[in-house]
T-cell receptor, first 112, second 113 residues
Framework: EADIYQTPRYLVIGTGKKITLECSQTMGHDKMYWYQQDPGMELHLIHYSYGVNSTEKGDLSSESTVSRIRTEHFPLTLESARPSHTSQYLC???????????FGPGTRLTVL | GENVEQHPSTLSVQEGDSAVIKCTYSDSASNYFPWYKQELGKGPQLIIDIRSNVGEKKDQRIAVTLNKTAKHFSLHITETQPEDSAVYFCAAMTKAAGNKLTFGGGTRVLVKP
């Protein structure tokens, strides 16, 4: 069982609100990832980080931003949520030098 | 970049029967191929993986085969049980792409009792 946590698990908010989705892991992994999972199930990489103060945009363009100030913490922020941001957001991490990515339980976001 | 195709998108099997999911990838430099199982309301969990220097790997009722020449790999679940019902994802990793995973579109498996 991977020690990677996401909060909140479910969030319903109104349009225009600023939100932060939290992701933390206690495994000391330096690589962390954010995926967006649409209702059709596909997983799209939106952000990743290879270590503290390192962040990169993923393959799918996203209006969200991320930060990596501590190894264990990789929060994702939406400055002004819109209904098009409604989705499942999954965080994952991986130890350097290994291949296995571990996923958190996800945050299901609904923007009204 | 890498492109991973997964088939079928849905699969319904009778309990006790076998289930097979197939994936193809485009980048011959990909060298790591994990399979994830995602149950309702949970994040994907790794169930088995295979590296490019191995042709087959088995773990109890689950097996994965890899054909590097044809660039495809498959997941085989034998003696399916209702708890095997979930969404399954294949993925491919390429070191040249910074070891990022590219996922297939997923297969929703339903095991009927």
């Amino acid at each position: 069982e991977a020690d990677i946590y996401q909060t909140p698990r479910y969030l319903v908010i109104g349009t225009g609100k600023k939100i932060t989705l939290e992701c933390s892991q206690t495994m000391g992994h330096d690589k962390m990832y954010w995926y967006q999972q649409d209702p059709g199930m596909e997983l799209h990489l939106i952000h990743y980080s290879y270590g503290v103060n390192s962040t990169e945009k993923g393959d799918l363009s996203s209006e969200s931003t991320v930060s990596r100030i501590r190894t264990e913490h990789f929060p994702l922020t939406l400055e002004s949520a819109r209904p098009s941001h409604t989705s499942q957001y999954l965080c994952a991490s991986r130890a350097g030098g290994t291949d296995t990515q571990y996923f958190g339980p996800g945050t299901r976001l609904t923007v009204l | 970049g890498e492109n991973v195709e997964q088939h079928p998108s849905t699969l319904s099997v009778q309990e006790g029967d076998s289930a097979v999911i197939k994936c193809t990838y485009s980048d011959s430099a990909s060298n790591y191929f994990p399979w994830y199982k995602q149950e309702l309301g949970k994040g994907p969990q790794l169930i088995i993986d295979i590296r490019s220097n191995v042709g087959e790997k088995k773990d109890q009722r689950i097996a994965v085969t890899l054909n590097k020449t044809a660039k495809h790999f498959s997941l085989h679940i034998t003696e399916t049980q209702p708890e095997d019902s979930a969404v399954y994802f294949c993925a491919a990793m390429t070191k040249a792409a910074g070891n990022k995973l590219t996922f297939g579109g997923g297969t929703r498996v339903l095991v009927k009792p």
